[in-house]
């Protein structure tokens, strides 16, 4: 009897798979930090026989090449693929024996890369599941525009083909596994669930829905920028990552906190937005711990930067040090926990701002003064509808274009409040006015304000 057991990474939006039969399985996609993975393993009662990659990610690095090594498994990448490890390449067709009656089948699926390769677990040649990478996601299909703008569309076309490949040779029960898809950039949109099947793709993903020319138009119309540390990941996993050192940083005092800060390193507080807006060493920057930093500080971290981590607890700085490794952030150069108080020399206080609702910035606008609306949501989320005369910038440009900002007290919002408080620490850092939104957009028309929609 086969199993499959799923690994969830919030932080990435991404997932990965350990599947198996009773002594032995296959991993994959598997994350940078591989103890987890082993450890699931070893609670399973099986031995890792195989690492699979679907392809070379863009999102995250891979622990791969890590994982095989630790456990002797064979690490399976697509032939496609230039990296400069040794590795066994597949391509279409090409059958591994997981375990006895289990066998995992390579599928060619194009589209979110050239080389891009499903996996179709089979026991007893019938198949029980399909792991999908980039491929057929939940509702829709992995983002063609991640390889080279001049292979986009023709990849978005690949992307077509590929996933009715998949519903051509699969029965309808087969339950389609994905890689990306729950919150990753990877994902070409966002769709709702957690779970499908082939047949539940049949019959409500656009990718069978609409003939090639108008998949493409609108698959390609609904990309959104594409994050900046991307370009990193790929080169870093055709390489051949190394282990990750997850031991606690060096300890950082508040002599030692103000000299990073004056050397133009980075200081990321992990508190609640709360607590960082009720007082802050001046000059860090706050990616709340509960809300999956890594990306939002690999995506506006100018790459290579030393990056100091501020918490609550050395488990929060833990926990955000795991996710940084997963995007190719390996060592924190410092950390300091406990009472923000003791992270500023004598003599210095901490810094504040406030926060506040729209129905706060609605009164602002009625008494008048230099009330300046900041709206760091991304293009396709002020398309459906903003505040009537507000400036827009989305977050991840906002640290490269702080200068054009314009003059005035600047209340920052955006779709629920953890990006306006990035938005506001990174504003705040340069002497700004700031106050920060936390509140629903909804709540913005709700307020009085003038909302404009499409």
């Keep these: ?54 392809h070379l ?33 597949v391509t279409d067709g090409d059958t591994s024996e997981v375990d006895e009656h289990l066998m995992l089948r390579a599928i060619a699926t194009p589209g979110h890369t050239p080389h891009h390769t499903s996996y179709a677990l089979e026991e007893d040649g019938r198949a029980v599941a399909v792991f999908t990478g980039g491929s057929l996601l939940i509702g829709t299909v992995g983002r063609p525009d991640l390889v080279d703008p001049r292979l986009t569309e023709h990849l978005a076309r690949a992307q077509h083909t590929s996933v009715h490949r998949l519903a051509a040779m699969l029965d309808d029960e087969v339950p389609v596994l994905p890689t990306h898809g729950f919150g990753s950039f990877c994902s070409s949109s966002q769709a709702e669930g957690d779970a499908t099947t082939i047949g539940n793709e049949r019959t409500s993903n656009d990718a069978f829905a609409l003939d090639v020319d108008a998949f493409v138009k609108r698959l390609l119309a609904g990309l959104d920028d594409v994050p900046a540390y991307y370009t990193y990941m790929g080169p870093a996993n055709a390489a051949g990552p190394g282990p990750v ?20 390193e980075w200081v990321v507080d992990l508190r609640s937005r709360v607590a960082f807006a009720d007082g802050h060493v001046a000059g860090s920057f706050n990616f709340e711990g509960s809300g999956n ?12 930067k030393p990056v100091t981590l501020l918490g609550d607890t050395p488990a929060q700085i833990a926990d955000a040090q795991r996710e940084l490794t997963r995007v190719g952030i390996d060592r924190p150069a410092a950390a300091a926990t406990g009472d923000p108080a003791t992270w500023v020399r004598e003599g210095e206080q901490l810094a504040s701002f ?56 600047v209340w920052v919002h955006c779709a629920g409040g953890m990006r306006a408080a990035i938005a506001a620490s990174l504003l705040d850092a340069t002497g700004r006015k700031v106050i920060a939104i936390d509140d629903g957009f909804e709540a913005a028309a709700e307020a009085g304000l003038s909302v404009i929609r499409p």
């Design 1 to 54: 009897m086969f199993f499959v057991e799923t690994l969830e990474f919030e932080g990435l939006g991404n997932r990965s798979y350990l599947a198996g039969g009773p002594r032995a399985a296959v991993v994959v996609d598997p994350p940078r930090d591989v103890d987890q993975v082993i450890a699931t393993a070893a609670r399973r009662g099986v031995r890792i026989a195989y690492v699979a990659e679907t």
């Design 293 to 304: 930093p890594a990306t939002y500080v690999a995506w506006l971290i100018p790459w290579g």
């Design 245 to 264: 050192d997850l031991t606690p940083p060096e300890p950082a005092d508040a002599a030692q906190i103000a000299e990073r800060l004056a050397a133009g």
């Design 57 to 89: 990610h863009n999102d995250y690095v891979s622990g791969g090449l890590e994982l095989a090594r630790l456990t002797g498994a064979r690490y399976l990448v697509p032939a496609g693929a230039d990296v400069s490890f040794p590795r066994t390449p």
């Design 354 to 409: 406030p926060r506040a609702g729209f129905a706060d910035l609605a009164e602002a606008h009625e008494r008048g003064g230099d009330v300046v609306v900041l709206d760091v949501r991304r293009d396709s989320e002020r398309a459906n509808g903003f505040i009537e005369g507000s400036v827009h910038m989305p977050l991840h440009q906002l640290h490269a274009r702080v200068g054009e900002v314009p003059d005035g007290t």
